[in-house]
Structures are given as structure tokens and as C-alpha cells.
């Protein structure tokens, strides 16, 4: 007695005392607590009851207690649980669970954490058994211990099996039975049952017992009363049908009717919408039980697409646009009532990347050759500068070298699998070519469709039918600017590989004219007016091969005059643009590109070229709506099944697919290099459902799209529905149209990409991936892209493409024409073979670097030590934009702008512009045809089926091993989800920063020059944005090409540089897609920005002041800070939920936009090239 008096006068004191902090007095208490928990003294129910319910009063009032007792080190959960476990009092266990509630109703998803891993759900669990007992039980202990256990059972995996095992799991269910009309107590029992339903093995004990039947005694018509009964018992109904078992019962019980009649019922009723989240419920428990077939055709069967479709339309213009929810649909397991925001403990879970590596000795670059020095020798070969002592060259005379149609490159590595063939012979059976045809004009004498560029393969050509066509061939698409005489002329062109013919290819078109019997040439000396400031020059100067076609109002007697004047070629000059696109040269190159479909056509627009349009093309703005009315269209098909045509008009798997001949039919095509188009199903009158192909040998990477499209009316919106794509989102979202080329605006002198298209859109559709296909995961569905076009010309031949495209054979030609126009008393170029890939094409690898001074000693010596810069490109063949800006990058250092030579005699470049030659090629979107990723292929290439890794990383291991590391490795990639122009680097640090590793990382000492070039280019480049870069390395790129070079080799500046594949959101071209012009520039301003870093790196660095570095510090310090995670998270940018925010929302990092916004208007000039060593650094500090 006296202990017990003694220890309440203590707690009195200690109460009524103002001078005792609110934290004393609750450790106080849980003192005493856990001292009451250990002493059994007489009286201890009493002393529990009094202690525990001031510690109930101090939780209920003080927010502070609360953060108290969860704080990290403190045992005061564990101190309540305890006495949970061990009192028998019933008001000492009714105050603790009134405590623990109150712990866990704010910032609930750390504190419940808490609670469930001291043990509290197995010590409720048991608690719950043991009221259970009771007859009857205690109302308001089963109120409590359920609203606690609904708190934290999602907190809890395992919490199923645990209820399960404790036979805990029928008590709820009993309850609910037998207490219908006793809505408090149900209430939490339900919410619990949910919890319990999401363990499979739980939902079909509960169906067992009865439980789909209990939950449509509680659901019912539209009532005012018990909205929140009815909320829960349909979350609850929802996840106890996604078990088959229990679906099946509801079919067979009647119930997809019930759940119909319910829906509409509500919707009706519910004009205001205040009911949302119960109209939401019954379509879950609807899509729950279609998820079987059985579900489904008794939903069919109950009329319920036309039933939710009609539903669907009724007042629209009330809803939120575009509700499309693109989760997998994981509800969140707390009611809305519940759902509370989470305290600033717990907000940097949210930023957690569990990809970062977390592991400094897997981070710390560790040089290793990988392959003895003996079998790296073999890469001698390719570095002819490191022993070339010029000798025998003439370094004064400046007139450049002729044009010679074969290179003389070394001899390829030949790769066991890249076939058996020998390169001679393969010359040998080279094929011709032939106009590919096109569609009818407008005149009847020419209204067969012609051939088009075909390249008849000797094993292909079975009837001789090909050879036959010469005599049959019509016309291409006629054009007012044309003449009929040019229009038949262009009819004969003859690319047949004849001797005949042989004598005109180069840089004219031969044409063959109907009225003569000998061939004769067309000269045009009028240039095109469209010509890109960036160096894409197709139609410049007297270019003669397409001149004729830009020429306009030339009368017949001049063109034959002109045609009979004289054939000699002519010699294209150079200055600072860049090569002229060389049709013929194109044909030549198209031959000896080897494909596995065996193209025996060559598309237009890479015949003809492409110039970038001279006007700008804004990011399209998004109609409100566009994406509910398509998917609105879609259902419309399904439920008026009679309206929908439903005919293949295209199919790569039956080539004999017949299509009508009406005039109101597209016709489609993909059988060219880097086509994708496998087929076509004609749905309503204007609209089709296009299918692509996968990557060959894989069964996914459906993007990448190539096609050609013909047979068109004017003034009619065609709709196209690409319905198996695999992204979950896409920059068809936010602004950003496919591309068109369209062959009559070629021929009127305007050849180019035009981005076209409204009503665009990207979004989940109904049909379902098979498991092999989603890698294994079921139920994934396939998303669409969907827009609309309306086509300027009748009887036009267009082409389509997810992005500008860039072939094999187009980069054949472009390094020819470098070649061929260069200046060898100025420029060392070299072009190598470094191997051969699977399908036997060679893999280019291209040498530039400045030719020395002179012959003597010290020049020679100079040219020698120049450092190495190593550049790649289009290991992913979607990504074409990586191509287009090689191009800019090969056409900058091969210019005579003084610049470029600066850059020359700096540096020695190794650049493979393609990684990946068949999959570009063949029309693949990221594989090669191993089927494989080969930027995942980095960290052990098979020589035999990664041939091109291989030899990559073997060029860089050979200069490892020569003490000759590259100074900086760049990996060119386009990106489809993010904006702008990026880069990618690889840093200790800052992989570290974003960890919870900051103790190991405190005292790391990193040299922070990875960063220079990117701040650089974003000073420099207007498409560059330093707020998107990120340096982080994470476990799943740990085999990509960066992270290898990085981490293997020893290149402390190692990139990926990302060009996106929509546009800019910041800077000059804020706003605006992304054209070929503006990557070329970027290409450019890469070499700008490298010949930045040569003075930065320079040994005048070290004359420099000493603040340099740490101004660099100070720079990354404040530049690296969390603030959200687009910072570091390399997915994507882009919302989740795409109309519930502002599309100009999706820029980066506030701290950079100002920076970015100056950059824009930053052009770098000449002048501006010559900038001091510390001009230069000011400018990148400032």
C-alpha cells in the first residue's frame, strides 16, 4: 500500500509541477509504466489505468509527445506494448489502444512502421483472439482493435498469413455477420477484411465462408446514409474478386448484373458527383470480375459496354478531363477519410532510388585491360597516327585529293557469325536498282503506279517479273512545277547496275528520256532557296543529280537543250557546309547494304534527302479532351461492332494480301531499309490500326516506326492508331507529332520532315501483352498512338516516322562525301572497317585530326601526342536524333572554319557514328539482331555476338594499355520521355549524395572536372540544359557503355549525351520541337565546347588562380542538393497523371532555369572561339 501511495504522489508532483517539460513528464510516465510491467505489486491494474491514462491525455493534446515516442532511441512503443501484452485490466488496454491510435493517425506511414516492427500486429493479433472469447464481446475493444489494425495493417506484409496462422482471420468476418446494423462496429471490421484480402490464399478462405455474399447485403441503390459503410465494403468487395475463385462465384451468382444496376443507379443520382469515390468502387469490383473470361462475357452478356459507354457520355463537361489512370492500379489500402499527408520524417522516402549503387568499392574506378596486351596488338592496326612519319606527303599543297567512288579501307575483323561470304564476292552480286514506284497522277496516261526504287534480288526473283516492269513503269507523282518531259524523264531513271549505265553514276541523275534512244543528262544550274544555316545543303550550289526537280517554269526546249549540252561532272565545292546529299551515291551505298527481309526498295525521302523546313515548328498544344474522345471512338467500336470495316489492307506475314482497288483505300508499305511496319487494319473509312514489328529475335520494343503511306484524298482527316507500343508514357503527350515527308513537296524543291498531326495522344488500350512478351509479368497492356492527319496533295506518296530518320546507307554516303571533299594537305581523315556485325555489314570507324605542320621532327612529335578524344553514336537504332547530331559533329571538324581546325590540331577524334548497323538497318527500335540491348552489353561483349562492343572496348583498352586514355568518351543517345538536350556522367560523390551513405562520402576527395563540359555546353549550346544532367550511377546501367569506360577503362570524363526526341522547354528554342538543323548545331557545339575544355585543361590551367577549383566545388555543392527527384531519377520527367497538370510543368530544376534561359541567347562565334584561356574560364564560372 505504502509503495503504491508513494509512487502517486510522485506522478501527482510530477503533473502538477510547471516547471517540467512536456518530454520529461511522458518518460516519466513511461517509467513508471515500464516499472509497473516489472514489479508485480498489489494494486498494479490500478496504478496501470491511472499512468496510462495521463500519457493518453498528453498524447491527445501534445503533438510533441507523439514525435517523443517514435523518435529514433526511444523505447516508448516498446514500453506500451508490453503492457498491452501483459495487463489484464480492460480500461488499461482500452486507454493503450486509444494511445496507439492516436501515435499513428498522423505521419502514419513511419509511425505505423514502427509499431508493426516492435511487433505490434501479432500482440494485437492475439489481444484481438482473447476479446473474441468474451460473450459477448466487448463492443468497444473490437471498435478499437480494428480501427488500429486497419491503421496498420498496410504497414504489414505479412499481415495476412499472421491472421491467418492466429486464427484471427474468420473473427472480423463473424462480427460483420452478425452485427449488420451496427455500423461502428462494422466499419473498421470491413476496412480490416480488406486488409486481409490481399493475400490471395485469405480472399479465398473469406469466399469460402461466405463473404461476396455478406459484402452485397451492405452495398446497394443510391442511399444518402452510410456513404462511408459502402465505400469500404466496395474496396473491400473489389479485392476480394480479383481472386478467380472468388469471381467466379459472383458470375455465377448473378452478381456482374447487380453491380451494373447498382453503378448506374448511383450515377444517375449522383448529379453534384459528391459520390465519386463509390461510383469508382463499383467499376473496380466490375473490372475486378471481367479480369476472367467468364467475368467477361457475362459483362457482354448484361449489356454492360453499352451500358458504362452511355453512362460515360453524360455530362462530360462536368468531369475532369482525361481521368486515365495509368497505375496497375495498387490502391492505396486507407479509405480517403484516412488518408493522411506524411511528415517531414518521412518525405525523403519518397526520393529513395533503390537502383543507386550504395556500394564505394563497387563505384571506384579500377582500371583493368581485361584482355592481355599480346591480343590487344591486334588494335594496332587502327592507329596508323601513333607511327606515321609523313614522309613521302606533300603538307604544303592545299588542293584537295579527287573523288575516288571505292575507299580504300583496311581490311575488315572478320567475325566468325557475320556469314561466309567473302566481301569480293559479295561485291560481285551486287544488285541494281530501279525507281521505287508511286502513286497515280492526275492525268490518265500515266495512271498505273510505277515502280519504285527496287533492288531485285538474284534469289528473290523468281518469274523474272521485275526486269519485265521497265517497259510498264509510270510516272512519280506529278507536280505543277514539273513539266511533262521532266515528269517522263524522271520515269526512266535507270539505276540497273549495267556497264551501260555505270559511266553516269556520281553526282548526276541519268535519265532515260521516252522520245530518245540514247541516254542523256539534266543539268540545272538554279539552286534551291531553302538551304540550312546548320550545313544540310542538299540542293546547294549547282548540285545536278536533283536540281532538275527544283526547277520551276523551265520550258521543254530549254530542258532539252540542256539535256543534250554537255555530261562531264562536276566537281561540288566545300566550304563551312556540309557535303551535298549525293542521290546516286546513295544507290551505290544501298547496295551493298545487307538486310535479313532483303529490301528490294529505297524510300524517297532517303533518295531525295531531307532540308530542315525554314520555318519554325512550335510544341503542339494539347486540345482539352483529346484523349477521353479517342478512347471514347475506341469503345464505340466494340459496341457498334457493324459500323467497323475490320479489313487488312497490309500484312508483312501474307504477302498476298489482296486489297481492293478503290480509290478510297490507303495503301501502305515498309519493305525499305529502317522501314517498321508489320500490319495495317483498315477500322472505319479514314481509320486504321497499325501494328509494328518487335526487334528481331526479341519479343518487345514495339516504337520505332517507318512507313509509307499512298493512295490519299484532300481535305480528309485520316486517322492512324500505332496500337502496340510498350513505354508507359510518352512525349506524344506533351506536344510533340510524329514526322511526315511528303514526296510532292519534294519535288516542288521543298524535300523534308515536317512534323504533322492533331488530336495526338498516348495512352493505355485494351489489349494485352502475352507474359513472354511483358518479360515474364502478366496482365500488361499495350499502349497506342494515335493521331490525325489531313494530307495537302491527291495521289501523294508520303512517308511516316517516329523521328527523323537517318539509315546505314545514308551514313555510308555522308562519310564518302567527307572523303571525297576534304582537304589531305589540311586534314587527316581515315576511314576503317573495324569489323563486320552479324548480318556481314562493316562498322565503320572514322580518324580526324589535323595533318602535321610539316615533316619535320618536332610537328610529327606533336601530331603524335595530340590527346584522344573517343565518340560513338546509334547504338540504339530508334534513336535516330543521335545520328543527326554525329552528323553535325563529323561535318564541324571536317569544315574550314578556323575553329574547327583549332579543334584539329588539339585533339586526335575516334568516332564509331554507328554502333549498331543492323538494327538500324532492319528497323529496329533498340536491339541488335542478337536481340539484345548492346548498351547492356559493355561489361563482357561476346566477340561473336556483340561484334561492335567487342571492337569498341577493345580500341579503348588498347589505348588504356598504352598509356594513351582518351581525355573525353562521349556515347550519343536520344531520349524519349525528357526535353531538351543532357548529359549523363558517372561521379563518386554525387552517386553517394543521394544516398545514406554521406558518412562514407564526407571525406572522399574527387576531382570534380567531369563536370566542366556540361557547363560548358550550357553556356554555349541553346538545346543544352545542365538542370536535366545527372552523375549518378546506378545498378542498371552498370553494363552501359558510360559507366564501363568510366569504371574499366579509367575515363574520368565519360558521357552519354541525350538529344530529345520532342524539344525544348527552356532557352533559345523554348517552346519549339527539335528539327535536324538544331541537333546538327548541337553536334557542332559539342566540338565548340571540347575545344573550351582543351584550354581549360591546358598546363595554363595551373597558372590559374587557386579559388578555380574551389569555385568548381562551391558550384557542384549548391548545384547537387536534393530539392526533387527529377535531380538524379533518369527515367523520366514527365507527370504520371497527364491532364491533372499544367504541361509547362515538366521543366527541371528552378536553380538552373536562369542559367539555361542566358544560355539561349548565347551564340558562339568565331570571335568568340578565340577567347583567351582565361576569358574562357571567366565566362564558365561566371
Known amino acids: 500500500e505504502s509503495k503504491l501511495m508513494i509512487a502517486l504522489d510522485t506522478s501527482q508532483s510530477l503533473f502538477s509541477s510547471e516547471c517540467v517539460s512536456t518530454g520529461s513528464r511522458t518518460m516519466s510516465l513511461l517509467s513508471q509504466l515500464e516499472k509497473i510491467n516489472l514489479d508485480s505489486v498489489l494494486g498494479e491494474a490500478d496504478n496501470a489505468r491511472y499512468v496510462t491514462s495521463k500519457i493518453l491525455h498528453l498524447v491527445q493534446s ?25 495487463t489484464k485490466d480492460p480500461q488499461t488496454i482500452l486507454n493503450i489502444l486509444n494511445i496507439l491510435i492516436e501515435v499513428v493517425s498522423v505521419g502514419g506511414g513511419r509511425r505505423a512502421n514502427v509499431l508493426v516492427t516492435k511487433g505490434g500486429t501479432q500482440i494485437l493479433l492475439q489481444l484481438l483472439l482473447t476479446a473474441s472469447k468474451d460473450s459477448p464481446p466487448n463492443e468497444e475493444l473490437m471498435v478499437l482493435l480494428h480501427t488500429l489494425l486497419a491503421k496498420i495493417g498496410p504497414k504489414d506484409k ?6 491467418r496462422i492466429n486464427g484471427a482471420l474468420n473473427i472480423s468476418l463473424n462480427l460483420v455477420k452478425q452485427n449488420l446494423q451496427n455500423h461502428r462496429l462494422i466499419l473498421p471490421c470491413l476496412q480490416v477484411l480488406r486488409v486481409y484480402s490481399t493475400n490471395s490464399v485469405n480472399a479465398v478462405s473469406l469466399g469460402k465462408n ?20 459502402i465505400k469500404v465494403a466496395l474496396d473491400t468487395l473489389a479485392a476480394l474478386l480479383k481472386s478467380k475463385t472468388n469471381a467466379r462465384r459472383a458470375v455465377d451468382r448473378g452478381y456482374v448484373q447487380v453491380l451494373l444496376t447498382i453503378y448506374v443507379d448511383w450515377h444517375r443520382h449522383d448529379s453534384r458527383h459528391r459520390y465519386m469515390l463509390i461510383r469508382k468502387g463499383v467499376l473496380q469490383c466490375i473490372k475486378s470480375v471481367t479480369n476472367i473470361k467468364l467475368g467477361r462475357k457475362a459483362f457482354i452478356d448484361a449489356n454492360g459496354m453499352k451500358i458504362l459507354y452511355n453512362t460515360s457520355q453524360v455530362g462530360l463537361s462536368q468531369l475532369v478531363d482525361d481521368v486515365v489512370d495509368e497505375s496497375d492500379d495498387n490502391e492505396d489500402a486507407e479509405t480517403e477519410s484516412e488518408i493522411e499527408t506524411e511528415n517531414d520524417d518521412d518525405k525523403d522516402q519518397h526520393f529513395k ?17 581485361g584482355r592481355p596486351i599480346e591480343e590487344l596488338k591486334m588494335y594496332e592496326q587502327f592507329f596508323p597516327e601513333l607511327s606515321e612519319n609523313f614522309q613521302e606527303c606533300d603538307l604544303v599543297s592545299k588542293e584537295p585529293k579527287p573523288f575516288v567512288s571505292d575507299a580504300n579501307l583496311s581490311g575488315p575483323i572478320v567475325v566468325p557469325t557475320a556469314g561466309e561470304e567473302h566481301s569480293a564476292e559479295a561485291n560481285q552480286s551486287t544488285k541494281g536498282v530501279a525507281l521505287k514506284e508511286s502513286n497515280p497522277v492526275l492525268t490518265e496516261e500515266y495512271n498505273k503506279r510505277p515502280a519504285f526504287l527496287d533492288l531485285p534480288k538474284k534469289d528473290s526473283i523468281k518469274d523474272g517479273s521485275l526486269h519485265e516492269q521497265n517497259d510498264q513503269r509510270n510516272l512519280l507523282p506529278s507536280c505543277h512545277c514539273l513539266s511533262q518531259e521532266i515528269v517522263k524523264g524522271l520515269d526512266r531513271i535507270s539505276l540497273q547496275n549495267s556497264a551501260k549505265n555505270d559511266q553516269y553514276y556520281g553526282t548526276e541523275c541519268v535519265i532515260k528520256k521516252e522520245s ?14 531553302h538551304v540550312s544555316p546548320c550545313g544540310s545543303s542538299l540542293f546547294e550550289g549547282s548540285s545536278v543529280h536533283l536540281g532538275k526537280l527544283c526547277c520551276t517554269g523551265v520550258d521543254s526546249e530549254e530542258e532539252d537543250s540542256r539535256s543534250s549540252s554537255s555530261g562531264e561532272q562536276v566537281m561540288l565545292e566545300v566550304s563551312d557546309v556540309s557535303p551535298i546529299h549525293d542521290c546516286d551515291l546513295y544507290i551505290e551505298m544501298v547496295k551493298t547494304t545487307k538486310s535479313i527481309p532483303e529490301y528490294s526498295e529505297v524510300a524517297y525521302p532517303d533518295y531525295f534527302g531531307h532540308i530542315p523546313p525554314p520555318f519554325k515548328e512550335p510544341i503542339l498544344e494539347r486540345p482539352y479532351g483529346v484523349q477521353r474522345t479517342k478512347i471514347s471512338q475506341d469503345i464505340e467500336r466494340l459496341i457498334h461492332q457493324n459500323d467497323i470495316i475490320d479489313r487488312v489492307v497490309y500484312d508483312l506475314d501474307n504477302l498476298s494480301c489482296s486489297v481492293p482497288e478503290e480509290a478510297d483505300v490507303l495503301k501502305f508499305n515498309s519493305k525499305f531499309e529502317s522501314g517498321n511496319l508489320r500490319k495495317v487494319i483498315q477500322i472505319r473509312k479514314n481509320e486504321y490500326d497499325l501494328i509494328l514489328n518487335s526487334d528481331i529475335n526479341s519479343n518487345h520494343y514495339h516504337q520505332w516506326f517507318y512507313f509509307e503511306v499512298s493512295g490519299m484524298k484532300t481535305g480528309t482527316g485520316y486517322r492512324f492508331n500505332i496500337i502496340n507500343c510498350e513505354k508507359s508514357n510518352s512525349q506524344f503527350n506533351y506536344g510533340m507529332q510524329p514526322l511526315m515527308y511528303s514526296v510532292q513537296e519534294a519535288l516542288c524543291s521543298r524535300p523534308c520532315w515536317t512534323r504533322v498531326g492533331t488530336d495526338i495522344c498516348y495512352y493505355k488500350n485494351h489489349f494485352s501483352r502475352s507474359s513472354i512478351a511483358a518479360g515474364g509479368q502478366k496482365g500488361k497492356s499495350y499502349y497506342t498512338i494515335t493521331f490525325t492527319v489531313t494530307f495537302q496533295h491527291k495521289d501523294d506518296v508520303c512517308y511516316f516516322a517516329y523521328h527523323y530518320p537517318y539509315t546505314y546507307s545514308t551514313l555510308k554516303m555522308h562519310l564518302q562525301k567527307l572523303e571525297s571533299l576534304h582537304n589531305p594537305q589540311q586534314i587527316y581523315f581515315r576511314q576503317d572497317v573495324l569489323c563486320e556485325t552479324l548480318a556481314g555489314n562493316s562498322c565503320p570507324l572514322v580518324t580526324i585530326t589535323a595533318m602535321p605542320e610539316s615533316n619535320y621532327c618536332e610537328h610529327i612529335c606533336q601530331f603524335r601526342n595530340r590527346p584522344y578524344v573517343f565518340l560513338s553514336a546509334r547504338v540504339h537504332p530508334g534513336e535516330t536524333n543521335a545520328s543527326w547530331v554525329m552528323k553535325g559533329t563529323l561535318e564541324y571538324l571536317m569544315s574550314n572554319n578556323p575553329s574547327a581546325q583549332c579543334l584539329r590540331e588539339s585533339y586526335i577524334f575516334k568516332i564509331i557514328p554507328m554502333l549498331n548497323p543492323d538494327g538500324v538497318i532492319n528497323g529496329n527500335h533498340r536491339c541488335s539482331l542478337s536481340g539484345e540491348d548492346l548498351n547492356r552489353q559493355w561489361q563482357n561483349p561476346n566477340p561473336d555476338l556483340h561484334p561492335t562492343i567487342y571492337h569498341a572496348k577493345g580500341l579503348l583498352q588498347y589505348l588504356a594499355a598504352i598509356k594513351r586514355l582518351p581525355l573525353v568518351y562521349c556515347d550519343y543517345h536520344g531520349h524519349s520521355r525528357k526535353k531538351n538536350v543532357f548529359m549523363y556522367g558517372c561521379s563518386i560523390k554525387e552517386t553517394m549524395w543521394h544516398t545514406n551513405v554521406n558518412a562514407a562520402s564526407c571525406d572522399l576527395m574527387e576531382d570534380p572536372g567531369y563536370r566542366a563540359l556540361p557547363k560548358i555546353l550550357s553556356q554555349t549550346a541553346p538545346a543544352f540544359c545542365m538542370g536535366s544532367c545527372s552523375f549518378v550511377v546506378e545498378k542498371s546501367k552498370e553494363s552501359t557503355a558510360r559507366v564501363v569506360v568510366w569504371r574499366e577503362i579509367g575515363v574520368q570524363r565519360s558521357y552519354t549525351m541525350e538529344s530529345t526526341l520532342c524539344g525544348c522547354d527552356q532557352g533559345k528554342y523554348k517552346g519549339l520541337q527539335i528539327g535536324t538543323r538544331e541537333l546538327e548545331e548541337m553536334g557542332a557545339k559539342f566540338c565548340i565546347g571540347l575545344l573550351r575544355l582543351k584550354r581549360m585543361t591546358s598546363p595554363l590551367e595551373y597558372n590559374l588562380p587557386s579559388s578555380l577549383l574551389d569555385i568548381e566545388n562551391e558550384l557542384i555543392e549548391s548545384s547537387c542538393k536534393v530539392t526533387s527527384p527529377t535531380t538524379y531519377v533518369l527515367d523520366e520527367d514527365e507527370p504520371r497523371f497527364l491532364e491533372e497538370v499544367d504541361y509547362s510543368a515538366e521543366s527541371n530544376d528552378d536553380q538552373d532555369i536562369e542559367l539555361a534561359d542566358n544560355a539561349g541567347d548565347y551564340e558562339a562565334t568565331n570571335q568568340e572561339d578565340g577567347l583567351s584561356d582565361s576569358d574562357s574560364t571567366r565566362i564558365l564560372l561566371s
Open 62 to 86: 501534445q503533438e510533441k509527445t507523439k514525435k517523443e515516442m517514435t523518435s529514433k532511441g526511444s523505447t516508448g512503443i516498446e514500453v506500451i506494448l508490453s503492457t498491452l501484452e501483459n
Open 158 to 163: 505479412k499481415i495476412g498469413m499472421k491472421a
Open 210 to 229: 461466405g463473404v461476396v455474399e455478406l459484402m452485397f447485403k451492405i452495398i446497394g441503390p443510391f442511399s444518402k446514409k452510410n456513404t462511408s459503410l
Open 353 to 369: 532510388n533503390d537502383d543507386i549503387e550504395t556500394d564505394i568499392n563497387k563505384l571506384k574506378p579500377r582500371q583493368e585491360l
Open 516 to 529: 530518245k534512244t540514247s541516254l542523256t543528262t539534266l543539268s540545272c544550274s538554279k539552286p534551291c532557296e
